[in-house]
């Protein structure tokens, strides 16, 4: 696909970009060289190819979902300015 001056100028206003007059062919280009390799990518036959999460078939290491520290809420609320019923009393910022 080949884009020419007035598509780049198209897709610089609608993204509100302000793309210099000299560098429009040079993007043109470069936008261009990226949608041919769009369209070689989507050209390649995927239908007996099973989805992956990782291309390298990693597993991911797991830690062992275990408590390690223990309530400490009493404490961390004794420098609360105030308090109610073991939650942090806030100031109100919206009426």
């Known amino acids: 696909m080949s884009l020419d001056r007035t598509d780049v100028e198209k897709?610089?206003?609608?993204?509100r970009l302000n793309?210099?007059?000299?560098?429009?062919q040079?993007?043109?280009e470069?936008?261009?060289?990226?949608l041919d390799l769009v369209d070689q990518m989507q050209a390649v036959?995927?239908?007996d190819i099973a989805p992956m999460a990782h291309?390298?078939?990693?597993?991911q290491r797991l830690r062992i979902d275990e408590?390690?520290?223990g309530n400490q809420r009493d404490h961390l609320q004794t420098v609360a300015p105030a308090v109610?019923?073991?939650?942090?009393?806030v100031p109100k910022v919206i009426e």
């Open 67 to 69: 408590v390690t520290e």
């Open 55 to 59: 291309p390298m078939d990693a597993i």
């Open 19 to 24: 793309i210099a007059g000299q560098d429009i």
């Open 45 to 47: 036959d995927t239908h």
């Open 84 to 89: 109610e019923a073991g939650l942090f009393q």
């Open 30 to 34: 470069n936008l261009s060289n990226i």
């Open 11 to 15: 897709i610089a206003h609608l993204a």
């Open 26 to 28: 040079e993007y043109a």
